[in-house]
């Protein structure tokens, strides 16, 4: 039986974690506003906090408790609640490239830059929702057995912080899919730089960077699981680190319904003290008894249980080693565009107050606008998702 209802052990969990945020929350708008800035690995309250947690150690979960993959969506939410970048202490591993890095890598890779926080560069001026048409070239130098990279990569996320760098490029751009690799790529390599922080619409206090590779040289084995062929009937191994984002994408959506959830209880929170009466009990026909207000609101809380259900389901069918490439689309592809409503529901319920930089309504509608673009838009999710339901195959939605 699947039953997604928290235990004790989740819910003391979960509190912690909220705790957690709402310190968080007190600095979002800060570095929302010193874009320009790197939010400190550790913030101030950290030391307090972390020793208050240790002197109250929570229980350890069982085996009735919410399975680990599940309860990393409820976790990952609880954190965004608080705010989309800021964060107690960040983690020094977990970036895009790490997850590529356990996907695709070989057992000496993994070994080798497995403590690296490691971003994933994928994204080009003039490549983006289709990475196939990657243009960064890796040549291989024979004398001297190292790949010669060049390049540009934009909207990298962690690309200020990482270590360093999963990087694709292709070997040979007649060849398609099948001519990209993936390429490990240290910082402080020469001919790799960073020239600037992205300036955005929002998630603004986020380190997203610009890369550029010239005449980059890393060694031969720095190529993702060590194969150079480049197949003439397949995509090569560009399927196999696509895979990366079957967990990667409810992650993302999961983010983003942080996000609506904090708007969500902000907003029920300014309505109960406004005297309106939010009661899901008003039996058949009841939402006709509702104000307005009410009425939109009860809506918008609806959007948000719908999505974050296609988000556990499709946490709990990784956990079980079940596929969830179309559910992992379906999760991001509901996600992106409930966020958006409601967090702009949120606003519109709330006039002035929702659009006032006193408040962080406004910034919680820019920041979670990101959840439909990153990691394939919307749209490319929905062509993922009539692939999978309808049979379509990727030259018939050309
Ligand atoms: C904050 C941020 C962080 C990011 N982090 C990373 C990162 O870490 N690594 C990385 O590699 N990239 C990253 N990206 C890039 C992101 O993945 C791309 O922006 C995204 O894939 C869309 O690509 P694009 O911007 O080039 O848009 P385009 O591909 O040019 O698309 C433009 C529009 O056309 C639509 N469209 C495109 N093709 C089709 C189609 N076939 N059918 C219907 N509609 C279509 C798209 O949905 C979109 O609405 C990040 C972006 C942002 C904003």
């Not at 970036?95 to 560069?121: F, I, R, V, Y």
């Not at 929002?202 to 980059?216: K, L, M, N, S």
């Not at 959506?253 to 009466?277: H, P």
């Not at 026909?285 to 009410?294: H, K």
Request: negative net charge; aromatic residues 6%.
């Amino acid at each position: 039986m699947i039953d997604f209802r928290p235990t004790a052990t989740d819910e003391a969990m979960l509190a912690r974690l909220h705790a957690e945020a709402l310190i968080c929350r007190r600095h979002a708008r800060a570095f929302d506003e010193r874009e320009a800035e790197m939010i400190p690995d550790v913030l101030p309250e950290a030391a307090a906090f972390e020793a208050e947690a240790k002197a109250n150690p929570l229980p350890k979960p069982g085996p009735d408790d919410t399975p680990p993959a599940v309860m990393m969506m409820l976790q990952t939410m609880a954190a965004y609640w608080g705010d989309y970048s800021v964060r107690l202490r960040r983690s020094t591993s977990g970036g895009l490239g790490n997850a590529a890095l356990m996907a695709a890598g070989t057992e000496a890779q993994k070994a080798k830059w497995g403590q690296l926080l490691l971003s994933m560069a994928i994204t080009e001026p003039g490549c983006g929702s289709d990475p196939s048409r990657v243009s960064t070239t890796a040549v291989l130098d024979e004398q001297t057995n190292e790949w010669i990279l060049n390049g540009e990569k934009i909207f990298v996320t962690t690309g200020i912080r990482a270590d360093g760098v999963v990087l694709w490029a292709t070997l040979d751009k007649s060849a398609g899919r099948a001519g990209i690799k993936s390429f490990l790529v240290v910082k402080g390599t020469p001919g790799f730089d960073v020239p600037h922080k992205e300036k955005k619409l929002g998630i603004r206090a986020d380190d997203t960077a610009a890369y550029v590779f010239r005449d980059c040289r890393i060694p031969r084995e720095n190529l993702l699981g060590g194969d150079e062929s480049i197949p003439k009937q397949s995509s090569g191994g560009f399927r196999g680190v696509m895979k990366t984002f079957n967990m990667t994408r409810p992650l993302t959506a999961a983010m983003g319904l942080g996000i609506a959830e904090a708007a969500l209880d902000a907003t029920r929170e300014a309505l109960t003290e406004a005297g309106v009466e939010l009661d899901w009990a008003t039996g058949p026909g009841g939402m006709g008894r509702l104000s307005a207000a009410a009425e939109r609101f009860m809506r918008l809380e609806t959007l948000f249980e719908a999505s974050k259900w296609t988000v556990l389901q499709c946490a709990w069918m990784a956990g079980k080693g079940l596929p969830n490439n179309l559910e992992s689309s379906v999760s991001k592809a509901h996600a992106g565009s409930a966020v958006r409503q409601i967090t702009q529901g949120c606003i519109e319920i709330l006039g002035a107050m929702g659009i006032s930089r006193e408040h962080l309504f406004e910034k919680w509608m820019r920041d979670s606008r990101i959840t439909d673009i990153y990691e394939g838009t919307g749209e490319i999710q929905r062509l993922i998702i009539a692939r999978g339901l309808l049979d379509y195959t990727r030259d018939d939605l050309k």
